[in-house]
């Protein structure tokens, strides 16, 4: 079983940064494709990045690329989504996911672990 802790939201200002963090437990953290969801008030949820288990591939959503960077660190079994260039479109609850198996995920059926999220405000 994997369980799924995210920390790091919070109300910035249009332009402003934010870095989430996800922390994982379970002994199996370095074999697992780790994912970056949002969903926003009346939304359903998207998908922001994914990363692979040894860190080789990345994928972003068209909206966050060139402004989120999706990095993990396997000995302390975190993940983290470092968001720049903040936009108000950019508020919602953010969620890590984590998948035992399966790669290119950008849907949520495509992960087996959610975390309980974390509030994402964008003032404009």
């Known amino acids: 079983q994997v369980q799924l802790v995210e920390s790091g939201g919070g109300l910035v200002q249009a332009g402003a940064s934010l870095r989430l963090s996800c922390a994982a437990s379970?002994?199996?953290?370095?074999?697992?494709?780790m994912g970056w969801f949002r969903q926003a008030p009346g939304k359903e949820r998207e998908f922001v990045a994914w990363?692979?288990?040894?860190?080789?591939?990345?994928q972003y959503a068209d909206s966050v690329k060139g402004r989120f960077i999706i990095s993990r660190d396997n000995d302390k079994n975190m993940v983290v989504l470092q968001m720049n260039s903040l936009k108000p479109e950019d508020t919602a609850v953010y969620y890590c996911?984590?998948?035992?198996?399966?790669?290119?995920?950008?849907?949520?059926?495509?992960?087996?672990?959610w975390g309980q999220g974390t509030q994402v405000t964008v003032s404009s």
């Open positions: 379970g002994p199996t953290f370095s074999s697992l494709v």
């Open positions: 990363i692979s288990p040894s860190d080789a591939m990345r």
């Open positions: 996911a984590a998948d035992p198996k399966r790669y290119y995920a950008t849907y949520p059926t495509h992960y087996a672990y």
